[in-house]
């Protein structure tokens, strides 16, 4: 289920969180290590933010996943970026197709958005999958765009517009 963030979520997520085969996939802002301070940190500016668009995905138990999304600006403001990652125990279970699916629905249905994308890593096809399994197309390759983990790779674009 996708569910608002709750503070009580810091200590697991902050566990699953920790982990380089996540980290390597995500932006560098992605902290690594990731402490519980960082979880705390993330969660009170998810409950801070209005509107609210970084959830928390969650079993019955606990939180196991984030998903969001960050409105672009000034003439992007009708376009939001996609960001999301799952706790290593969860994956290739289709998760993540679900929740794009689920949540990106849930954007175009709440806010006023043209455009939803997302730029996984070339070294991250399992990303380009989930996002093709949720409807998004493949627009096209920037080469040379990323330089992550002391290397320069090539990343994706992924998309998904209102009306198709
Ligand atoms: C990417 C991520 C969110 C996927 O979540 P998930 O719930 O495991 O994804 P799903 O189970 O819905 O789908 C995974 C698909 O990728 C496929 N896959 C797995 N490894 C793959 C690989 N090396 N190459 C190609 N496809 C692969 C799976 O077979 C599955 O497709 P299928 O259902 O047709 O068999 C998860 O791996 C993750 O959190 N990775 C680290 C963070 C990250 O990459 N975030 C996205 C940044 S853009």
Known sequence: MIRSWEKEDAPVIARYANNRNIWINLRDRFPHPYSVENA???????????????????????????????FGQDVHRYTAELGYWLAEPYWNQGIMSEAIQILTEYAFEIHDLNRIYAEPYATNPTSAKVLEKAGFLYEGRLKANVHKDGRVLDQFIYAKTKNT
């Not at 969660?43 to 609210?52: Q, R």
């Not at 959830?55 to 606990?62: G, H, N």
């Open 40 to 70: 705390n940190e993330f969660i009170a500016n998810a409950l801070a933010k209005e509107p609210e668009t970084f959830f928390a995905i969650a079993s019955l138990k606990e939180a196991i996943g984030s998903i969001g999304f960050t």
